[in-house]
């Protein structure tokens, strides 16, 4: 997944969220199994980045055989089954 984020922000206001920003999307994506890097680049050219390798099981369901996710019903729940 490649996202990418365009604002009116200045040079300065970049360079302050970059980094908060980062902060966010790593603590939105902290609860997940997933391998992920993030690098934000901003319009001065400082970069901030950060990533980690998934080093838990897995507790979602398999990947099926067309390379989508099965799914299950889960009651209305989007949290990942325990």
């Known amino acids: 997944m490649v996202i990418r984020f365009t604002s009116t922000l ?3 206001d970049e360079n302050c969220i970059a980094p908060a920003l980062l ?3 790593a603590n939105l994506l902290a609860p ?3 391998s992920y890097s993030l690098r934000i680049e901003t319009t001065a050219g400082d970069v901030v980045e950060d990533g980690r390798s ?3 099981s ?3 369901p398999e990947v ?3 390379g ?3 799914s299950h019903d889960r009651g ?3 949290d990942p089954p325990r």
Request: aromatic share 12%.
């Open 10 to 12: 200045t040079e300065e």
């Open 23 to 25: 902060k966010a999307v």
């Open 32 to 34: 997940f199994p997933i």
């Open 54 to 56: 998934a080093a838990r």
């Open 58 to 60: 897995n507790p979602w």
């Open 64 to 66: 099926g055989s067309r």
């Open 68 to 70: 989508r996710r099965e």
């Open 76 to 78: 209305g729940s989007f």
